[in-house]
């Protein structure tokens, strides 16, 4: 409840600042202004009827359109807050030359100020308008394109030498749900196996939806290939679909994936062992089923490096005190539309990309799907192919 009320909370605040800007500083008032004025009502109810109705039978009509509106209110204010200061500069520089045009005592030409400040209005409103459908539409087409192939080279000391060039195709984010048919998943599939890896790892966020409403889409996965298995670690998504996980465990256990549920298992590769871990999501501890590191790393041999699969970039803060040499995440989107990757460092360590916390190293990858908009800007959809080097 808490947060559909923030949701309406926010929502209502936005497009209150959208009609000022778009409707009421740009007409006079009238019919269009009333038509409007309703039109924007309607677009505002839509967004929490999508967020709330996306996953029943009578929602799902709405959410290509909520979704895309939701795109659309994000960016035209964002344009509009941009253009906020040009505007106010446009307008003093109009009423400076106006003062200076009309002699000493003469009356000023309200009329053709009020013109002046409609031909502002008007114009910030046009640019944000295009600005937002172009933005909007660029973001749809990668969001819904092919997932980018990042290769990339993490170096860990004291890795024994013969586990050098272990490879781990790393997805995340799938976010199979309402707007994702099976070609997605079967896409996401097709480009792991071209990779070729050692072992596939999925690092949470698979499904927005139970396994009775996403099951079908979910199979292709039997197909996923590699060396060593594939394996999962559950993200906080999991835990916000009406049955919980644990449905979704046993039903990739079935499809040939391996769920890590605060635990480890050796990868032998060349002579050599590797330590693959997987814990829970943060989310889950409230419920007492969150993630456990003294029961996934408790006994471990200290000589063998460990790699974790764990959903939030923020796990490492607990990971590193384990003494873990690598840890794989996703969550994040890479903020998925830009600025919102402003906003994501408030809350986890790294954004996307390699990084280190408390000297573990931590990649994050940027997801292979979306969640909300079909949009993503600044942030395209990633597989990563991740090869493992010994370091000094």
């Known amino acids: 409840m808490g947060f559909v009320v923030l949701i309406v909370l926010m929502t209502t605040l936005v497009h209150y600042y959208l009609w000022r800007r778009l409707v009421r500083a740009t007409t006079a008032p009238g019919p269009l202004r009333r038509v409007l004025t309703w039109a924007t009502v309607v677009l505002g109810a839509l967004i929490p009827l999508t967020l709330v109705g996306s ?5 799902r009509v709405l959410v290509w359109p ?19 200061v040009p505007r106010a500069v446009a307008l003093a520089v109009l009423r400076r030359r106006t003062r200076v045009l009309v002699p000493v005592g003469a009356p000023e030409p309200r009329e053709e100020g009020l013109n002046r400040r409609d031909f502002v209005a008007r114009t910030a409103a046009a640019v944000a308008g295009a600005g937002a459908l172009v933005t909007v539409g660029a973001g749809v087409r990668t969001a819904l394109g092919d997932p980018v192939i990042e290769r990339v080279g993490v170096t860990l000391p004291g890795l024994d030498p ?4 272990l490879r781990f195709a790393v997805v995340s984010d799938i976010h199979l749900g309402p707007l994702t048919g099976i070609g997605h998943t079967e896409r996401i599939v097709r480009m792991v196996n071209g990779l070729q890896a050692d072992v596939v790892a999925i690092v949470g966020d698979l499904v927005d939806g139970t396994v009775a409403e996403l099951g079908p889409l979910a199979r292709p996965l039997r197909s996923l290939e590699s060396r060593y298995g594939s394996y999962f670690v559950i993200g906080n998504h999991e835990y916000y679909t ?14 040939g994936v391996r769920p890590l549920r605060n635990e480890r298992v050796e990868i032998a590769h060349a002579g050599a ?7 829970d999501d943060v989310t889950g501890s409230a419920g007492g089923r969150g993630p456990d590191f003294e029961r996934t790393f ?3 041999d200290p000589a ?3 790699v974790l699969l764990a959903h939030q970039p923020v796990q490492a803060v607990q990971a590193a005190k384990y003494g873990v040499d690598l840890q794989l995440s996703g969550h994040t989107h890479g903020g998925q539309m830009v600025p919102f990757n402003l906003i994501v460092p408030l809350q986890q360590p790294l954004v996307s990309g390699l990084g280190e916390v408390d000297g573990t190293q931590v990649y994050v990858t940027r997801g292979a799907g979306f969640w909300g908009p079909p ?18």
């Not at 062992?273 to 814990?279: I, M, S």
């Not at 395209?380 to 090869?387: D, G, K």
């Open 55 to 59: 996953h029943s039978d009578w929602g």
């Open 66 to 84: 909520g979704f895309l509106w939701l795109a659309v209110m994000y960016y035209l204010a964002v344009f509009l807050v941009l253009l906020e």
């Open 162 to 165: 013969r586990l050098g060039g």
């Open 242 to 255: 009406a049955n919980g996980p644990d449905e979704w465990v046993e039903e990739l256990r079935d499809l």
């Open 273 to 279: 062992v590797l330590d693959l871990a997987g814990v």
């Open 298 to 300: 408790g006994g471990r």
């Open 304 to 306: 063998r490096s460990a």
């Open 375 to 392: 949009v993503r800007v600044g942030a395209p959809p990633e597989i990563t192919l991740l090869e493992l080097r010994p370091g000094g």
